[in-house]
């Protein structure tokens, strides 16, 4: 929480991404490298100034009870993480985001030895003479439907509204 204050603060700040400059991929990127760079500067200063953030007043996040009860909440995510693993090993390729097992056909994890077996078929081969095959195509996750059946009769479920 502290680091993600910090950050919302320095965007909103003059000099930071939301004030005077854009919000660009490539802006947004050059601007979170150099975070590193100005918290060794801003270590400096505090080292320079004799003031820590720690013993300042202002920093209700790093009083003795905010810290206690940060650690608490962390003990309690690291159980219950223990229990309810967030990655189980399955057999099976599933989307993270929706819940959705993929079967045999699913081989986007494979679309580098998929692309450059296509590419060994049409080596040496014209432009006219080249035959792309279904077969030979990256299935991703997204070809699979999300569906049970009901009765014998397939019903399509939004994965979206399970989790």
């Given at each position: ?7 919302m ?16 991929e ?46 608490r ?63 030979d ?27």
């Amino acid at each position: 929480m502290v680091i993600e204050q910090s950050m919302m603060k320095a965007m909103k700040t003059d000099g930071g991404i939301t004030r005077g400059r854009s919000t660009k991929e490539s802006v947004i990127s050059k601007w979170v490298y150099s975070m590193h760079a100005m918290n060794t500067v801003c270590d400096k200063l505090e080292d320079i100034a004799n003031v820590r953030m720690d013993t300042t007043e202002q920093h209700v996040d790093a009083s003795d009870s905010r810290v206690k009860k940060d650690a608490r909440d962390i003990r309690r995510l690291l159980e219950w993480f223990s229990t309810h693993d967030p990655f189980p090993e399955v057999n099976k390729i599933v989307s993270i985001a929706s819940g959705v097992v993929g079967d045999d056909k699913i081989n986007c994890y494979k679309a580098r030895e998929v692309g450059l077996a296509s590419i060994a078929k049409m080596t040496g081969l014209t432009f006219n003479n080249i035959k792309l095959k279904r077969a030979d195509k990256v299935v991703p996750l997204l070809a699979m439907t999300s569906s049970i059946k009901v009765h014998e009769e397939k019903v399509p479920i939004d994965p979206v509204l399970l989790f």
